[in-house]
T-cell receptor
Framework: ETGVTQSPTHLIKTRGQQVTLRCSSQ?????VSWYQQALGQGPQFIFQ???????GRGNFPPRFSGLQFPNYSSELNVNALELDDSALYLC?????????????????FGPGTRLTVL | RKEVEQDPGPFNVPEGATVAFNCTYS??????FFWYRQDCRKEPKLLMS???SGNEDGRFTAQLNRASQYISLLIRDSKLSDSATYLCVVKPSGGSYIPTFGRGTSLIVHP
């Protein structure tokens, strides 16, 4: 096991609602990345947090926001949910922070939260 | 052209076969490359990093071809347990830290 945990495991929401997903990183890791994986697709990068600061963002609208806490755990918040937001949301932790260091590049994924928007 | 492209498959092979997947990328400044394995309804797990000189881990061999901008994964002596989706990941160099996943290649190993 990677030591990365996520909660909840499953969630059902309706359009327009808001959701908060949580992730605890592997011990010693200071970077958390969030991904959205639709059925049959690869994970799409949402954003990354390094030492409590956003450190890169993918092509997602502002209603996707996040936080990282001093213990390096993280939250993903999605406002005004849309049907297309239904997906598996994955977080991944890494040592990160130094994009030139391949050895710290490796990301370890949590089991994901499966979000269904009705 | 997509940033990272993979043949979705499925590749359907018998036990003991050798199978290879390619993954092409469009950004010539890409710095880091990885192969992940994802089982059905599970999270991706790192299979191996891909180094410039190529690397091997047991039955798995990864290669990088910068000139043609692709990485490859070779699996020898396929096992039933190798059945999964194989995702390639490409990361750029410099300050941007946005990794790009391919959509994955599905492998089915049958008896």
């Amino acid at each position: 096991e990677t030591g990365v945990t996520q909660s909840p495991t499953h969630l059902i929401k309706t359009r327009g609602q808001q959701v908060t997903l949580r992730c605890s990183s592997q011990s010693g890791h200071n970077t958390v990345s969030w991904y959205q994986q639709a059925l049959g697709q690869g994970p799409q990068f949402i954003f990354q947090y390094y030492r409590e600061e956003e450190n890169g963002r993918g092509n997602f609208p502002p209603r996707f926001s996040g936080l990282q806490f001093p213990n390096y755990s993280s939250e993903l918040n999605v406002n005004a949910l849309e049907l297309d937001d239904s997906a598996l949301y994955l977080c991944a932790s890494s040592l990160g922070g130094n994009p030139l260091s391949v050895s710290t590049d490796t990301q370890y994924f949590g089991p994901g939260t499966r979000l269904t928007v009705l | 052209r997509k940033e990272v492209e993979q043949d979705p498959g499925p590749f359907n092979v018998p036990e003991g076969a050798t199978v290879a997947f390619n993954c092409t990328y469009s950004n010539s400044a890409s710095q880091s490359f990885f192969w992940y394995r994802q089982d059905c309804r599970k999270e991706p797990k790192l299979l191996m990093s891909v180094y410039s000189s190529g690397n091997e881990d047991g039955r798995f061999t990864a290669q990088l071809n910068r000139a043609s901008q692709y990485i490859s994964l070779l699996i020898r002596d396929s096992k039933l347990s190798d059945s999964a989706t194989y995702l390639c990941v490409v990361k750029p160099s410099g300050g941007s830290y946005i990794p790009t996943f391919g959509r994955g290649t599905s492998l089915i190993v049958h008896p």
